[in-house]
C-alpha cells in the first residue's frame, strides 16, 4: 500500500497561467497550472528519503520508463544520491530504462509496446524500482509487472509521480505516489501530448485549443 501523498481534489483550480512563468509558445494552449514546479521538487525529496528508508542497504536497480518518466526519475535519483552522502542510511543505486507506447493523441490504446531499452533479463535476481510518471488506467502498468516478473527479479516496487483518479482504474495502487489528480489531461514536467510540452516546468492541464494544436493528423 502506498504510503501518504498529496491529494488534489476534482474542485481544485490551480493556479493562474499569469502567476507563473510559462513559454510564450504554449500560453495559449493551456489552462492553469495544476502543480507548480517547486511542490513537485518537495515532494520527490519525500519520496526519496522513503525509497532510502524502505530499502536499508539493499541495493536497487532504479527503471526509469521512458520518456515521460525521465525528468521525475533524473530528479529522484538526485536527490537519492544527496541522501547516500548525507546520511548515515544509504543504498547502492544502479540505473536502468525501458520505452512503452499505450497512448495516441489523449487516450489509452489499452495495450503496451516495448519500443526501446534494454534486455529486461539483466533484472534477474535483483532489486527492481520502477519509476513512471503517471499511472491512469493502471492497465500499462500491470502490464509492465507481468513482464518484470517473467525474468524473476528479487523484488518489485513502483514509484510514480502522478496517479490520476478515473473510473476505467483497474484499482492498481504504486507503492510511492507524489500526487492523486482529477480525471483530466495534464502535461509539463516531461508529461507530453504527442510529444509536446516536455519542456514545460510545471505540471499543467493542456486546454481545448493546444489539444487541437497538436493532435496527430489521421
Not at 502543480?35 to 532504479?62: K, Q, S, Y
Not at 520505452?99 to 487516450?107: A, E, G, H, I, P
Not at 491512469?136 to 527479479?153: A, C, N
Request: aromatic share 8%; hydrophobic share 35%; charged share 30%.
Amino acid at each position: 500500500m502506498a504510503k501518504s501523498f498529496i491529494r488534489i481534489d476534482d474542485n481544485d483550480h490551480g493556479y493562474a497561467l499569469a502567476q507563473f512563468c510559462i513559454p510564450k509558445h504554449y500560453e495559449e494552449d493551456l489552462d492553469h497550472v495544476l502543480i507548480p514546479a517547486g511542490l513537485i521538487n518537495d515532494r520527490t525529496e519525500r519520496i526519496a528519503r522513503d525509497i532510502v528508508e524502505d530499502f536499508g542497504h539493499e541495493p536497487i536497480v532504479g527503471l526509469c520508463v521512458l520518456k515521460g518518466g525521465y525528468k521525475f526519475f533524473t530528479d529522484l535519483v538526485d536527490k537519492i544520491q544527496i541522501l547516500n552522502r548525507n546520511s548515515r542510511q544509504s543504498v547502492q543505486l544502479a540505473v536502468d530504462f525501458i520505452r512503452l507506447k499505450s497512448y495516441v493523441n489523449d487516450s489509452s490504446t489499452g495495450s503496451i509496446e516495448v519500443i526501446g531499452g534494454d534486455n529486461l533479463e539483466n533484472l534477474k535476481g535483483k532489486n527492481v524500482l520502477v519509476v513512471e510518471d503517471i499511472i491512469d488506467t493502471g492497465r500499462t502498468m500491470k502490464q509492465l509487472l507481468e513482464l518484470l516478473e517473467s525474468v524473476g527479479p528479487k523484488s518489485v516496487k513502483v514509484a510514480s509521480l502522478l496517479v490520476k483518479r478515473t473510473k476505467d482504474n483497474v484499482g492498481y495502487r504504486p507503492d510511492y505516489i507524489g500526487f492523486e489528480v482529477p480525471n483530466l489531461f495534464v502535461v509539463g514536467y516531461a508529461l507530453d501530448f504527442n510529444e509536446y510540452f516536455r519542456d514545460l516546468t510545471h505540471i499543467c492541464v493542456i486546454n481545448e485549443n493546444g489539444k487541437k494544436k497538436y493532435s496527430t493528423k489521421s
